[in-house]
């Protein structure tokens, strides 16, 4: 009656066997270290290695381990207080040249990853990471919308053939379209109000001249702020997923500002670099019609720009843009077979690949230039060189735009959707350009207000008492079963074991993250685990008080409660999903453990503990009683 067939305990211990190997990884934690990383200029060599080495060694830190690779270098210490006092004492020995960064690196032995055991991710609250609060700059978001319109207002006026002298974009706001007369006026304002109904227009009139007026309405202006907020973040998500960081938290704050959290990351410097660069690509030609060397003496020609490129070197460009960073929808960093070198692999849209195709098919011979623009954010300094602060002490960052040249080939053949960036320096730089690239453009220019990082210290405390807590009341369960209800009790506790081990190996397995709302549901498993064991208990001890025998009652106490057990843990698995569906940061890590433990607690408290009781009373042909507490059979 109470006893398994030999493939029952076999699916068991197919189950649980993997989840104690996969469980495993997760109680050798993390390391902290430091990473010394190099700017464009530098390299970090075995020289460089030997030099951190003397350093640490003269300061009288101790090193456990030092590792170099083709990237950097990773110093790796035995507690916190080490680690933050060599990453000063290295960064003031190598100067500004290197990017000295805190990280953590796991301690798992090696052959754990042979078969991808590895442990689980923790959230910021922890294991540390960074908290950016970034504000959005609406105001150029807007201005942007208005210089499209500028070429909007142009072709509607054309197509309609309505005669107009100039359409300029005002800096004070606002779009001007001059007419000769009031006639071409009139026809104009209704081209532009059937066309382009978001528009608002005000007739006006200067001496002989008669203009349009014509600004964004209120309605507009919101749904530009909101494309542009949504369009970050979008972007900024494309960004972290290219970081490799597990489950970041970036969403809206207010009507401007935007919140990104991401756990683990200790290289700060890595991570402002590709959040806040606004980059994108415009492709123009190279005017190769006018003399540069009078354009570099201040004349230069209506249509062209004056540009450098990455070594310094003047080159005259037309203004057209012919094709942006919009039109890109796939980028790739690579070598060239041919020439050798760093290259980004470009693929186009439709219409890119269309003005690509006819553009440099009308241009063989000519050279096309690739201008990386990038908006940056920087502290205004006085005299002194101390920075410059507000009337609320804070200090005053402007905005600067940097254009550059990085190359400016040939134009051999026909080019069609895709194409390839040569000139850069390093297959890092490759890289760092095709991830801005492929994550898309920021509709409008991003600066981070507020930067916290939460050190691994504080993680790590907030590790142990969350994990104290869990064994506290682990260890408070399994007393009361054993006291309560014996060799019961016994199993009982064993199937919690079994319980929490298959949780945490299943969160490992599928690299969820865990902070400490998730703790808080490993807690929640616990209780609920255990009190299915309570409910079975209950039911064999009154099917006892029945006058059933032992095995009647083992196997009556198991198959009725069942489905109390089944219907209860099926409610709360719905509460879960739709928390999990309808959540966001920390509520949807509570879902994702609590929805798991669940699962873990239906196999433990059910089949586990049932093939412990069948294995202790399942070959007894005569039970003289059952230890259960204070209700026996006779």
């Known amino acids: 009656m109470n006893r398994y067939p030999l493939w029952k305990y076999l699916l068991i211990l197919a189950i649980v066997v993997p989840g104690f190997i996969y469980f495993l990884p997760n109680l050798y934690g993390e390391d902290p270290a430091i990473q010394v990383s190099a700017t464009r200029?530098?390299?970090?060599?075995?020289?460089?290695?030997?030099?951190?080495?003397?350093?640490?060694?003269?300061?009288?830190?101790?090193?456990?381990?030092?590792?170099?690779?083709?990237?950097?270098?990773?110093v790796r210490f035995r507690d916190t207080d080490a680690q933050l006092k060599a990453r000063d004492t290295v960064q003031r020995a190598l100067g500004d040249n290197y990017t000295v960064a805190l990280n953590l690196l796991p301690a798992t032995p090696a052959w754990f990853g042979w078969i991808n055991a590895n442990p689980m991710y923790l959230g910021l609250d922890l294991r540390g990471g960074v908290?950016?609060?970034?504000?959005?700059?609406?105001?150029?978001?807007?201005?942007?919308?208005?210089?499209?319109?500028?070429?909007?207002?142009?072709?509607?006026?054309?197509?309609?053939?309505?005669?107009y002298l100039t359409v300029t974009r005002l800096e004070s706001g606002g779009l001007e379209v001059r007419f000769r007369d009031a006639a071409e006026r009139d026809k104009g304002r209704e081209v532009v109000r059937r066309q382009l109904p978001e528009l608002g227009l005000i007739d006006g009139q200067k001496g002989d001249e008669y203009f349009l007026l014509a600004r964004l309405t209120e309605q507009s202006m919101t749904e530009k702020r909101k494309f542009a907020l949504d369009q970050n973040i979008v972007a900024l998500r494309n960004r972290v997923n290219e970081l490799g960081v597990a489950e970041p938290v970036i969403q809206q704050q207010g009507v401007d500002r935007i919140v990104v959290q991401l756990p683990g990351v200790q290289d700060t410097a890595k991570a402002k670099e590709i959040l806040g660069r606004t980059a994108t690509l415009e492709i123009m030609l190279v005017d190769e019609e006018h003399d540069l060397t009078a354009a570099i003496g201040g004349h230069v020609p209506a249509g062209a720009k004056l540009y450098k490129d990455r070594r310094g070197r003047p080159i005259l460009?037309?203004?057209?843009?012919?094709?942006?960073?919009?039109?890109?929808?796939?980028?790739?960093?690579g070598f060239d077979s041919q020439?050798?070198?760093?290259?980004?692999?470009?693929?186009?849209?439709?219409?890119?690949?269309?003005?690509?195709?006819?553009?440099?098919?009308?241009?063989?011979g000519k050279r096309m230039a690739v201008v990386y623009i990038e908006i940056k954010s920087e502290t205004q300094l006085d005299a002194t060189g101390k920075?410059?602060?507000?009337?609320?002490?804070?200090?005053?960052?402007?905005?600067?735009?940097?254009?550059?040249?990085?190359?400016?080939?040939?134009?051999?053949?026909?080019?069609?959707?895709?194409?390839?960036?040569?000139?850069?320096?390093?297959?890092?730089?490759a890289r760092d350009l095709a991830l801005l690239l492929r994550a898309g453009a920021l509709a409008a220019p991003i600066e981070i207000i507020?930067?916290?990082t939460i050190g691994p210290s504080l993680g790590a405390e907030n590790i142990q008492r969350g994990f104290h807590s869990t064994w506290i009341g682990?260890?408070?369960?399994?007393?009361?079963?054993?006291?309560?209800?014996?060799?019961?009790?016994?199993?009982?506790?064993l199937a919690l074991g079994v319980n929490v081990v298959l949780l945490v190996a299943l969160l490992s397995l599928l690299q969820a993250t865990l902070t400490l709302p998730g703790m808080a549901a490993i807690a929640l498993t616990v209780g609920m685990a255990i009190d299915a064991n309570v409910l079975i208990n209950e039911r064999i001890r009154e099917e006892l008080r029945n006058g059933n025998t032992p095995q009647a009652s083992i196997h009556a106490g198991y198959e009725r409660a069942f489905g109390t057990i089944f219907d209860s843990n099926i409610t709360t698995l719905i509460a879960g999903i739709t928390l999990f569906m309808f959540g966001s940061g920390p509520v949807r890590g509570f879902a994702v453990v609590l929805c798991l433990g669940i699962i873990t607690s239906m196999f433990?408290?059910?089949?586990?503990?049932?093939?412990?009781?069948?294995?202790i009373y399942g070959g007894r042909r005569k039970i003289e009683q059952l230890a259960i507490g204070n209700t026996r059979w006779k």
């Open 41 to 74: 200029t530098t390299r970090v060599d075995a020289t460089t290695l030997t030099q951190v080495e003397q350093v640490l060694k003269h300061a009288g830190i101790e090193v456990v381990a030092a590792q170099r690779d083709e990237k950097s270098l990773k």
């Open 131 to 163: 908290h950016f609060l970034m504000q959005v700059d609406m105001v150029s978001a807007l201005k942007k919308a208005e210089e499209r319109y500028v070429d909007d207002l142009r072709s509607a006026l054309r197509e309609q053939k309505v005669r």
């Open 317 to 333: 460009l037309k203004k057209q843009v012919i094709y942006s960073g919009d039109n890109i929808v796939d980028a790739a960093a």
């Open 339 to 364: 020439a050798g070198g760093a290259v980004a692999h470009i693929t186009l849209d439709a219409r890119g690949a269309a003005i690509n195709q006819r553009i440099t098919g009308e241009s063989v």
């Open 387 to 429: 920075p410059l602060l507000d009337a609320e002490g804070r200090q005053v960052r402007s905005r600067v735009r940097v254009e550059e040249v990085i190359t400016a080939p040939v134009i051999r053949e026909q080019i069609g959707k895709r194409f390839q960036i040569t000139g850069l320096d390093s297959i890092e730089e």
């Open 450 to 452: 507020e930067e916290r």
């Open 474 to 493: 682990f260890a408070a369960i399994a007393v009361f079963m054993i006291i309560y209800y014996l060799v019961f009790g016994v199993t009982a506790v």
């Open 604 to 615: 433990s408290g059910v089949m586990v503990s049932r093939a412990l009781v069948n294995l």
